[in-house]
């Protein structure tokens, strides 16, 4: 094997022992000792590719939500009308497939460690990216009030949901519920697109 397959081969295993830890006990409670116990690797073996806690936890959080994107990516069909479905559909799909990534991505977007805010959302721009590319086509795909513009809505929506997730760290729910969290966003966005009040 090439020095490079293998280091590339030593470091998917330090990611995957990560995963297992970080996705059963979050940031917080997660032990370096139990992934090196759980990869049967050493301390030093870590640093050498990850310079801290913080930084082995931001590449599984990075890793996991690149999984969930390029199976979104894969499984939609863009063009189709009944896009918003699809998607739900999807992620479901993925994070009953993938638990782990499942937790992970919870915690990252719900939980995620105070000092990480800033760096944790910089590992799921592609995921935020995509999701703003689906929300574009949705609003192409429909008759919008002609007095609010793309980036308008935009704006609301990430505000709204900013707003959907700081509800979910004042409940203080610290276990990932996975599946009440995915119908809470499906009601949150159908409410988002179609509002609240009957229109005469």
């Known amino acids: 094997m090439k020095r490079e397959?293998?280091?590339a081969q030593t470091r998917q295993?330090?990611?995957d022992a990560a995963l297992k830890e970080f996705s059963t006990k979050g940031y917080e409670k997660a032990s370096l000792n139990t992934i090196c116990q759980t990869g049967s690797m050493s301390k030093g073996i870590i640093y050498h590719y990850f310079d801290?806690?913080?930084g082995l936890y931001l590449?599984?959080?990075?890793?996991a939500f690149r999984r969930l994107t390029d199976y979104l990516k894969s499984s939609i069909n863009e063009s189709s009308d009944n896009l918003l479905d699809q998607y739900?559909?999807?992620r479901v799909s993925f994070f009953r497939a993938h638990k782990d990534d499942a937790a992970v991505v919870f915690d990252a977007t719900v939980l995620p460690p105070e000092q990480l805010i800033n760096e944790t959302n910089e590992k799921r721009q592609s995921f935020d990216a995509l999701n703003d590319a689906y929300l574009i086509r949705i609003i192409r795909a429909n008759k919008v009030?002609?007095?609010l513009t793309e980036d308008e809505i935009l704006r609301v929506f990430h505000q709204f949901?900013?707003?959907f997730h700081a509800g979910y760290r004042n409940q203080g729910r610290s276990a990932p519920d996975i599946k009440a969290h995915e119908k809470d966003c499906q009601n949150a966005l159908d409410i988002f697109f179609y509002g609240i009040i009957e229109r005469k």
């Open 5 to 7: 397959d293998k280091n």
């Open 13 to 15: 295993n330090i990611l």
């Open 52 to 54: 801290s806690k913080d």
């Open 59 to 63: 590449a599984v959080v990075e890793e």
């Open 88 to 90: 739900f559909e999807a």
């Open 145 to 147: 009030r002609p007095d």
């Open 161 to 163: 949901n900013q707003f």
